[in-house]
């Protein structure tokens, strides 16, 4: 089966610019993360989406970063402005369950995105 | 929520086995235990998941003591493929609001 999409690979901003990333999960798979992965620590959960229900978005800083997911299916996460410390990796993941037992992520290659 | 506690680096050498402990003293009754690997560029990719005791699949074993607070990560004879870093994750059960936390992981150095 395909694995998790995300376009584009990398992406290079100025501060205060926006940008938006999208993803596309496994076929069948109802759950859906946005995590934000800074050099040399592990990823932060963004926003965790149930069919295109928000399950946990706790940790967006929703002053600047929004996400949706369309039809449930495909998601887009959009920063609006960024700040340099918005430079990280951004990964997508997409799950059969939402949680518990048997919860196994799959996770796209990420975005890296740099914010000068 | 349960955070995690794992050592920042190891190393080893080809064909030894490998385990790597991760305290979690306050996980929640029906929280569950996974481990994730991540080579460098790539997402990270799952290894094996556990609740309590033994857990064995094709490439890792998983012990967890009864009282759960830890649980080690068991790699039979590594390989220099094996360098990566090792997530521990605890979460996932209702008491947790079925959240996942993930700390800085062990980054794992296999040398020949």
């Known amino acids: 089966e395909a694995g998790v999409a995300q376009s584009p690979r990398y992406k290079i901003i100025e501060k205060r610019q926006s940008v938006a990333f999208w993803c596309n999960p496994i076929?069948?798979?109802?759950?859906l993360y946005w995590y934000q992965q800074i050099l040399g620590q592990g990823p932060k959960l963004l926003i965790q989406?149930?069919?295109?229900?928000?399950?946990?978005d706790s940790q967006l800083p929703k002053d600047r970063f929004s996400a949706e997911r369309l039809k449930g299916v495909d998601s887009t996460l959009k920063i609006q402005p960024a700040k340099l410390e918005d430079s990280a990796v951004y990964l997508c993941?997409?799950?059969?369950?939402?949680?518990?037992?048997?919860?196994?992520?799959?996770f796209g290659p990420g975005t890296r995105l740099t914010v000068l | 929520l349960a955070k995690t506690t794992q050592p920042i680096s190891m190393d080893s050498y080809e064909g030894q086995e490998v385990n790597i402990t991760c305290s979690h003293n306050?996980?929640?009754?029906?929280?569950?235990i996974t481990w994730y690997q991540q080579f460098p560029s790539q997402g990270p990719r799952f290894i094996i998941q556990?609740?309590?005791?033994?857990v064995t699949n094709e490439v890792a074993s998983l012990f967890i003591p009864a009282d759960r607070k830890s649980s080690t990560l068991s790699l039979p004879r590594v390989s220099l493929s094996d360098t990566a870093v090792y997530y521990c994750?605890?979460?996932?059960?209702?008491?947790?609001?079925?959240?996942?936390?993930w700390g800085a992981g062990t980054k794992l150095i296999i040398k020949p």
């Open positions: 993941a997409s799950s059969r369950v939402p949680s518990g037992a048997y919860n196994e992520q799959f």
């Open positions: 076929s069948g798979h109802a759950t």
């Open positions: 989406f149930q069919n295109n229900g928000v399950v946990d």
């Open positions: 306050n996980i929640a009754t029906n929280d569950y």
């Open positions: 556990g609740y309590k005791t033994k």
């Open positions: 994750l605890v979460g996932g059960g209702m008491d947790s609001n079925y959240q996942l936390i």
